[in-house]
């Protein structure tokens, strides 16, 4: 029965701890419920969340039961993209090869954890379906192109509007006194809900839901400095960025458009941080060259410190991992790096009340479609710098969160109604 500490925080708040004591931590968490905590008129539609759901293949498990998943670590199936024991490896390949077999006995403890908690993977299945709707997949037919129609020479026309006037306001953060509007422009400008109840919006026929205590700015890499705080004390806690790293799958399946590495040196990432300390979360592929790329120059540039390795397990809903774990260009995880900006270079346990992340840290959960990131504050919560509750930022984000402020060129996309449902 599903009544201690963790399956009721698991189910009020989507995030479950499998692990945690001085040498690890390990959680499961539900993006559903972590995201629908921003709101009380709605919640995120698990059925469109999950939309491309990782169900296991009919090989693979044991007709539906949750009970006896794979553990894909271990089969003899020929491997696709595993390196073949003919195959030599070049040197960048080595230095990845050897990355994943340090990290190997971590994810697969993780996996381990999360095979042995016989609730959580009875309940797996169910979480990614809505009780009382089928949603269709429309796939994306519907969205507006946030990425085009900010590229149009009309752009600056284009304006969101409250879709019930009178329900609630929202302002231009800009400027030092708000302006109550029914009309604003969207691109390359600061909005914010700063009602304590999400806000309905339209946007070319389409309602958008802005979360409580919310901000976005929409725009190209080129008008992110509009965001540098103008007092370096009002900077923020917490900088999670997800960059559209160039990567082959992306660009065949277009999911989004990418950028080469130059243009992530000139992220103001340094300029956004509280001068109290922040720490940055940066999501980073399984690519040699782009670790090599964050270690040497990137994260020097940014004058990020004190650098752990944390990472993203995923699995499928009967709890097997969603590609074998030596699939060399697949595998079933992700890497998040953290470090610190303004940190303290002495780390002193009995005087600080930061705890410090250590290498090895594993969130764990099942992926939405799209290719989305799982929200990771929870998580992180331990370890932000400064005042409570954080101040966070979301650097390419495609939603919005409560309490954050997100910047991308399709900040709004993940917020369309349509991904939502009433409570
Ligand atoms: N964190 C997001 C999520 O979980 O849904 C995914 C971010 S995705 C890796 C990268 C994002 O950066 C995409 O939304 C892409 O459109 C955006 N992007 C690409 N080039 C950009 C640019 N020049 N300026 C702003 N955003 C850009």
């Not at 954890?113 to 309940?123: F, Q």
């Not at 995923?314 to 969603?322: A, C, E, N, Y």
């Not at 595998?331 to 290498?359: F, H, M, Q, V």
């Amino acid at each position: 029965a599903a009544t201690d500490v963790n399956t009721s925080s698991f189910i009020n708040e989507g995030i479950y701890n499998l692990i945690d004591n001085d040498d690890f931590k390990i959680v499961f968490v539900d993006p559903v419920r972590l995201l629908s905590s921003s709101y009380s008129r709605f919640r995120v539609s698990a059925s469109s969340y999950y939309s491309r759901p990782f169900h296991p293949s009919r090989k693979n498990s044991t007709a539906g039961s949750a009970k006896q998943p794979c553990v894909s670590s271990g089969s003899k199936k020929r491997k696709r993209n595993s390196i073949s024991k003919t195959h030599e490896l070049n040197e960048r390949e080595k230095a990845a090869e050897k990355r994943h077999q340090q990290a190997k006995p971590l994810l697969l403890k993780a996996h381990s954890a999360l095979l042995g908690a016989t609730w959580l993977l009875s309940s797996l299945d169910s979480m990614i379906k809505d009780e009382d709707v089928l949603e269709p997949d429309e796939g994306a037919a519907f969205e507006n192109d946030f990425i085009q129609l900010g590229n149009l020479w009309k752009a600056p026309l284009f304006e969101i509007s409250l879709s019930h006037e009178g329900q609630s306001w929202f302002q231009e953060s800009s400027g030092t006194c708000p302006v109550e509007r029914t009309s604003i422009q969207v691109f390359n400008n600061i909005i914010s809900n700063d009602l304590d109840n999400e806000m309905e919006v339209e946007f070319s026929s389409n309602q958008y839901i802005l979360p409580r205590k919310s901000c976005f700015f929409m725009s190209d890499l080129r008008w992110i400095n509009s965001l540098i705080p103008v007092h370096s004390d009002h900077g923020f806690n917490l900088i999670v960025i997800d960059p559209p790293w160039e990567n082959a799958s992306a660009s065949q399946k277009a999911i989004y458009s990418t950028l080469p590495n130059r243009y992530f040196l000139s992220l103001p990432v340094n300029q956004l941080a509280h001068t109290e300390g922040s720490l940055v979360a940066l999501w980073v592929t399984n690519r040699e060259k782009f670790r090599i790329f964050v270690e040497k120059e990137l994260f020097p540039a940014w004058g990020v410190t004190q650098i752990t390795s944390c990472y993203w397990l995923k699995v499928k809903t009967d709890g097997s991992l969603i590609s074998e774990m030596d699939l060399f260009h697949h595998r079933p995880y992700e890497c998040l790096l953290l470090g610190y900006i303004n940190g303290k270079d002495e780390y002193d346990a009995s005087t600080s009340p930061l705890r410090y992340p250590k290498n090895g840290e594993v969130i764990i959960s099942i992926p939405g479609a799209y290719s989305r990131k799982p929200p990771i504050l929870k998580f992180l919560s331990d370890y932000i710098p400064g005042k409570k509750p954080p101040n966070c930022i979301d650097l390419f984000a495609r939603e919005l969160q409560g309490g954050w402020t997100s910047w991308g060129n399709e900040p709004l996309r993940f917020q369309d109604s349509r991904y939502f449902i009433n409570r």
